[in-house]
Every structure is written in structure tokens, then in C-alpha cells.
């Protein structure tokens, strides 16, 4: 078979992607996106990339392209997605799926009318800390997990952040947290009860309607005994970045890292805690891009960012995940079903919020 030839649309954290998909055994990084033309040509010149577009419907025109990763802000996710998937391109999109309902049904159906391969990319659950918990359960180290904790605390008061992110509601960018505990708890999430907390200065809250500092939710699992809870937080809070998951089980139990740098904890008693270093999960890869589970500065004309190794190692995960889907003609790990459910929690968590914790299905 011919590798499968990739685009990229949207190169800021997106250009971290251009080498591994150059290096993958079975992917070309065909073309990029972007609507900067000056950054475009800085980073087509940097890494020799000679199809360039700043307009994402003619690169959709492109015959030669297989697949379509879409790494732009929020907003547009979704009606890239579902372009692309028209178009008749595999496409992966970074998270969130969508910011409503609709748009991710709309989603679903567009992939089942393309035929094409949708894949969510959610780094969390691709992550070295989630690998390893991710082993310890199948093994059985962990026993009956009965309790799980995720939280995405970021502070984006500060200036700088594009501008569609000031006063974003907090749940409807919750994945990272959401999902490595849907994926540990091996159920879909049937119910969500969330609560606000605190406020958010005036001037945040106009664009979305959303006074919250806090979003906190209880997860409730289809046809499971266990719940979770997740908090997310992102203006007039202070504490240090934080992407965590917590697993309490029957045998052990796992807890991230309070401060970063720290190590997390593994209690395997009562009184038995050990704080330990994960390892790198770069063996499950192709030899080819093993080394882009570690980080590195990268410099491409005046943009800088880190080549591989971003999100705890996930990027090169995720994007062999993605090329070995279309490869073999699976679903991917995290499918249009599997991403909008976590997506939808997450919508669903903010109206429950908005209506004082009323307990919403999914």
C-alpha cells in the first residue's frame, strides 16, 4: 500500500505533528494549513513541506490527500470536521468534538454517510501516566476500581489567549479530564449532576453567559456501580496547570501529582504509599517514531514549539492510532461515538451547572 498521505490545518501546537507524520512508516505529511501565510511559510520551509494552503476548503479540493488532522480553535471544529468528512477525508480533530449536541450528532452522521474514519484526538488517555495506570489495571494490580477523580485546573486570565477563550464555560473544554476516566471505568457516561463555584470577573462572563470559576461534576457509568467526579476551573483561580486523573481501587490505588515534578503515588495498603517515576511507553510505537514520546525544542523561523513528546508523550500515540485505523479499516480508539459522549458530559455538565446541579442524561 501507498503511505497515507496527511494534511495538517492549524500549526500552532499542530506543527508538532508535521515530523512524526513525516517519519511514521506509513504516513506522508502531504500538505499544511494555515491562515497566517508568514508562519505557513516558516514552518512549509522549515520541515520541506511544498504543498501549502491558507484557505481549508481548497486544501479539501486537494485529490491527493487521504486524510485531514484539524488542530484550529474551538469554534471551528466542528464545521471542519464535518467538511472534511464530506469532502471524503479521513479526518482527526482535536478536542473538543464540538461545543454542542447538535454538532456532534451532526458528527456521527457525517461519518457514517462518508464512510471515512473519525478519530478524536484526546491526548489524556494516550498519556505515559494513563499507559501505565491503564496497565495496572488490565493486569489486575488495581483490583475493582471503585472511585475515579480527574481535574483541569488553568488559570487564562493573563493576556495573550485568543479571544474567544476569555469567559469560556470550563466544562465545555473538559475532555482532559473526562476521558481517561470513562476509558478506565470501560462504560459510557449515562448522567452528569454539576455544580458552579465562585465567580468570574463581569467583563469574562458576558460573551457565554457563564459566571462560574468552578465547574464540578458527578459522572454517573451505563451499567456500572461506580461514579466520578471531575472539576475544571479557568479564570480567577490560582493554582499551578494542572491534568490529572485519580483511580481508587480494591488492591491499589493511583494519585497524580500534587505539585508538578513531585512523581505520583501508588498505595498498594493501608499504610503503604510510594511515590514513582512512570516510564515512557515509546516500545508500543514503530521504531520510527519512538523518539518523539520525549520532548525537544524546536525552532522554525520565529515560531518555536516542542517537536514530539507534548501532552505526556501522547502525540506520536495518537497519531499512529489514527494512520493504523485508516490502515487496517477499524474504528479508532476514540470513535465519533466514544468522543461525543465525552464531549457531550461535558456540554451537559455546564447546563446542569446553569440549572443549580439538575441531573441531565446523556
Known amino acids: 500500500m501507498e503511505n497515507i498521505r496527511v494534511a ?8 508538532e505533528f508535521i515530523p512524526i507524520y513525516q517519519s511514521h512508516p506509513e504516513a506522508d505529511c502531504h500538505a499544511i494549513c494555515q491562515r497566517n501565510k ?18 481549508f476548503e481548497k486544501l479539501l479540493d486537494d485529490k491527493d490527500i487521504d486524510a485531514v488532522h484539524i488542530n484550529t480553535p474551538v469554534g471551528d471544529h466542528a464545521w471542519m470536521t464535518l467538511k472534511s468528512l464530506e ?18 450528532r451532526d458528527i456521527i452522521k457525517a461519518e457514517k454517510r462518508s464512510q471515512k474514519i473519525y478519530m478524536m484526538m484526546e491526548t489524556a488517555i494516550y498519556t505515559r501516566e494513563f499507559l501505565y495506570v491503564k496497565e495496572l489495571l488490565d493486569s489486575g494490580k488495581i483490583g475493582k476500581v471503585q472511585f475515579l477523580r480527574g481535574s483541569h485546573q ?9 479571544e474567544y477563550w476569555y469567559g469560556f464555560p470550563p466544562m465545555l473544554y473538559s475532555t482532559h479530564a473526562i476521558a481517561p476516566l470513562a476509558e478506565l471505568a470501560g462504560a459510557d457516561i449515562r448522567s ?43 479564570f480567577d483561580l490560582i493554582r499551578q496547570y494542572r491534568e490529572s486523573f485519580d483511580v481508587f481501587g480494591t488492591k491499589m490505588s493511583f494519585e497524580w501529582e500534587q505539585v508538578s515534578g513531585e512523581g505520583p503515588v501508588v498505595f498498594t495498603g493501608l499504610e503503604d504509599a510510594e511515590r514513582i517515576e512512570v516510564p515512557d511507553y515509546g516500545h508500543l510505537l514503530p521504531e520510527e517514531i519512538r523518539g518523539f514520546t520525549e520532548g525537544a525544542a524546536h525552532d522554525a523561523g520565529h515560531a518555536t514549539f516542542i517537536q514530539g513528546g507534548g501532552h505526556g508523550g501522547s502525540h ?19 470513535d465519533s461515538s466514544k468522543a461525543a459522549n465525552w464531549t457531550i458530559a461535558g456540554i451537559c455538565a455546564h447546563e446542569s451547572a446553569l440549572k443549580c446541579g439538575k441531573r441531565i442524561g446523556l
Request: aromatic share 8%; with cysteine.
Open 38 to 55: 508568514k508562519r505557513l511559510d516558516e514552518i512549509g520551509d522549515h520541515f520541506g513541506v511544498e504543498k501549502r494552503y491558507d484557505d
Open 87 to 104: 469532502a471524503g477525508k479521513h479526518t482527526a480533530c482535536t478536542v473538543p468534538m464540538g461545543t454542542t449536541v447538535k454538532e456532534c
Open 316 to 334: 506520536p500515540h495518537m497519531a499512529h492510532e489514527f494512520i493504523t485505523a485508516i490502515s487496517e479499516n477499524r474504528k479508532p480508539l476514540i
Open 154 to 162: 488553568q488559570n487564562m486570565g493573563m493576556p495573550g489567549w485568543p
Open 192 to 234: 452528569v449532576i454539576c455544580h458552579g463555584s465562585g465567580t468570574i470577573e463581569k467583563k469574562y462572563q458576558k460573551k457565554y453567559g457563564s459566571p462560574f470559576s468552578v465547574e464540578t461534576a458527578h459522572l454517573g457509568f451505563r451499567d456500572s456501580d461506580i461514579t466520578a467526579e471531575v472539576t475544571r476551573s479557568l
Open 8 to 15: 495538517i490545518a492549524g500549526l500552532g501546537f499542530g506543527a
